[in-house]
């Protein structure tokens, strides 16, 4: 009897996604990510989840640094269907849905509160995101390709105080311009 119900709550859910408009190639991966949502409580039965399960389970799911962004808004749009239109829980349309769905959307490697990550001075991004070797004719590329080492053991330096990106950026330009004199 329990197959039976199981297999009857994901026909229901299926129908629900494809009246969602749920592209058939990505129905199969909604049940993935709600079925991993199952898992992860498998002693709640999904009538008593509370908005705090779920918020701790998209926080942590966001946090999985293998997860492609696109990933986490098809969890979040999974969970969303499922907890409105097939459990019908009343925190559930209260729920932030949005709020992750924008915040999973990936920053660029220059973006300033992930910059720490990206290369130093000496080496330049592209607009696509590339690493490529510094040949523009900017005065910091110029110094930078003279005394790449001295650009990083700065970087370093400022990095190990935890000065702002804009500091760097400053102190990097600074040093630029003393130097080019």
């Known amino acids: 009897m329990q197959g039976d119900n199981v297999s009857r709550f994901w026909d229901k859910y299926i129908i629900e996604l494809t009246s969602c408009n749920v592209p058939e190639k990505a129905r199969r991966w909604y049940v993935k990510r709600v079925e991993d949502y199952i898992n992860a409580h498998p002693d709640i039965p999904l009538e008593q989840h509370t908005k705090e399960n779920l918020t701790k389970y998209l926080d942590d799911l966001g946090r999985n640094e293998y997860l492609e962004d696109w990933q986490f808004k098809q969890a979040v749009d999974a969970l969303r269907i499922l907890f409105i239109a097939m459990i019908h829980l009343p ?12 915040a999973a959307t990936e920053l660029p ?30 005065l910091l590329d110029c110094v930078s390709q003279q005394y790449p080492v001295h650009i990083d053991n700065l970087v370093v330096q400022i990095r190990a105080r ?4 804009h500091t760097e950026r400053a102190y990097c330009d600074w040093i630029a311009r003393f130097v080019h004199v």
């Open 91 to 102: 925190w559930a349309n209260l729920f932030p849905w949005n709020n992750y769905i924008i």
């Open 109 to 138: 490697v220059t973006h300033a509160t992930i910059a720490r990550d990206s290369p130093s001075p000496a080496e330049k991004i592209t607009s696509s995101g590339q690493l490529t070797s510094s040949v523009e004719a900017s």
């Open 162 to 165: 935890h000065y702002s990106i």
